[in-house]
């Protein structure tokens, strides 16, 4: 097994904000796009025939700084559905792992680990926010990408 470098993995992601400040040494960092709150139960079956999307309702960020183009989430404690700018496209011999920046785990926010077997024209992550709640900028880099070649 081989771990990508950043350049290699800049190669295969798509829609990044700043491909430079993005790179690391074998890592790529993944920003924030969109939040969603969860609100609604859904339904999860075997199958798959009776599956149903729990309701959701998508939060607007809130313009701070006048002139400035990118607003903030103000999340409370909670569930969020976080929606990545990037599109990753992995050849079918390699295995992507999304991670949480320390930024946001210091912050006491936090989401799984996620395993990408495929390519993803999106990427959507459970975000869990502490009782002290966070502040997310549009656009702010909350997760890396490693990537690794399978032999």
Known sequence: ???????????????????????????????AKSVTELEGTGKVDFSGKEFEWGQRTILSPKRVTPGDPFGWWKLASGEYIIRLNEAINLPPNCVGII????????????????????????????????????????NARISYLTVYQLD
Do not use: C, W
């Open 1 to 31: 097994m081989k771990t990508l470098t950043a350049e290699e993995i800049a190669a295969l992601v798509e829609k990044s904000v700043d491909k430079e400040k993005q790179r690391h040494e074998f890592s790529y960092d993944l920003t």
């Open 99 to 138: 991670l949480p920046l320390d930024r946001i785990t210091q912050n006491g926010a936090h989401h799984a680990p996620i395993i990408i077997e495929k390519s993803a024209p999106f990427v959507e992550i459970l975000l869990q926010v502490g009782h002290v709640g966070i502040e997310i900028k549009e």
